[in-house]
Nanobody
Framework: QAQLVESGGGLVQPGGSLSLSCAAS????????IGWFRQAPGKEREGVSC????????YYADSVKGRFTISRDNAKNTVYLRMNSLRPEDTAVYYC???????????????????????WGKGTLVTVSS
């Protein structure tokens, strides 16, 4: 069964770090751009970061730029999101998905959902609290 599975979420204090993983099974990530999205309680889901398959270009929402780093290891069929200097407002369920729109609009990176994105994970909860 083809699927994405996120892992690595948990409880962390403000200023701390976490690394999330997005592992694919049943298909190869090599040819897909991969995006990370998050949804905080009571808020809409938002794009956080993405990485292209073609050249490994990366994109970050302004709210996480300089703190989060996305990377991919095609040999392990996995994409990672390293999150540093975490803030309470980073608390959310984090999802990975294939083939989002990764754009630069008005000088700012935008990570957007599209119709018919092939695969979504079920999410991993990140809680930033003291």
């Amino acid at each position: 069964q083809a699927q994405l599975v996120e892992s690595g979420g948990g409880l962390v204090q403000p200023g701390g770090s976490l690394s999330l993983s997005c592992a694919a099974s049943g298909f190869t990530l090599d040819y897909y751009a991969i995006g990370w999205f998050r949804q905080a309680p009571g808020k809409e889901r938002e794009g956080v970061s993405c990485i292209l398959s073609s050249d490994g270009s990366t994109y970050y929402a302004d709210s996480v730029k300089g703190r989060f780093t996305i990377s991919r290891d095609n040999a392990k069929n996995t994409v990672y999101l390293r999150m540093n200097s975490l803030r309470p407002e980073d608390t959310a369920v984090y999802y990975c998905a294939t083939d989002p729109d990764c754009l630069v609009v008005g000088g700012a990176d935008r990570i957007r959902e599209r119709n018919n994105m092939a695969y979504w994970g079920k999410g991993t909860l990140v809680t930033v609290s003291s």
